[in-house]
């Protein structure tokens, strides 16, 4: 590509023909992006997508499905899109290519927000409920004293104030033992990012975010 793609986690919206998929990506450029999901399109396909940077409205692209590199560890696909210069300006000072005056360059792209809610998690082998202790748009830490194996698929139902349980899957990309947990003095657990919803999922996990936001409650 020639352009700096770098690894981001951030929440995206993608179409193909009626299916709608929310999921999350792995890495982001201005001209294309790493989408982590459990069953991705086929090579060559076409798909609208709908990126959620931090701060700010949508960017909305079309996208062409690549073949990936063979390299990825993830689960998903690489879209490489066509957008606008307004677009890519915005994808670019999201990531950090471009430097924003009075706002520190950050690498997170999400903030992290302290909270605590039950979540129902399981795999194909188990399926138990426990709490959660933070969460992002993209993501969620759970604290349990038996946290599934790295890039386990997990489905999750997050118990959000307000309503009823919404339903996902997302898959571990951070795991503390409990051992571990008593050496570094953390919650054991697993970090787990957002690979598959649907609509509803994502408003949710958004509306909570705000008000977590509005409270200042970050992690």
């Known amino acids: 590509m ?15 023909g009626t299916q709608v998929v929310q999921a999350t990506t792995g890495a982001l450029g201005v001209d294309s992006a790493f989408v982590c999901c459990l069953v991705p399109p086929r090579q060559g396909e076409h798909v609208s997508m709908r990126f959620y ?44 290519l471009v430097e924003q005056p009075g706002r520190p360059n950050e690498r997170r792209a999400t903030p992290r927000y302290a909270a605590r809610f039950a ?26 004293e038996q946290p599934p194996e790295m890039d386990s698929v997990v489905d999750v ?27 570094r003095k953390v919650d054991p657990g697993i970090g787990v990012q957002f690979v598959h919803g649907d609509d509803r999922f994502r408003e949710r996990i958004d509306q909570f975010v705000a008000t977590l936001s509005a409270k200042g409650t970050t992690a």
């Open 2 to 16: 020639g352009v700096a793609i770098r690894p981001y986690v951030v929440p995206v919206r993608f179409t193909v």
């Open 53 to 96: 940077l931090a701060d700010d409205r949508p960017v909305e692209v079309t996208a062409k499905v690549r073949s990936r590199t063979g390299r990825e560890s993830a689960m998903g696909f690489w879209a490489d899109f066509v957008a606008d210069k307004m677009d890519r300006s915005r994808i670019a000072r999201a990531i950090g």
């Open 119 to 144: 979540v129902r998690f399981g795999t194909v082998d188990e399926f138990r409920r426990e709490y959660a202790t933070n969460i992002s748009a993209g993501g969620l830490f759970i604290r349990t």
């Open 157 to 183: 139902a997050l118990e959000l104030p307000g309503g009823q349980p919404v339903e996902g899957k997302a898959v571990v990309v951070h795991r503390v033992t409990p051992q571990e947990a008593a050496q």
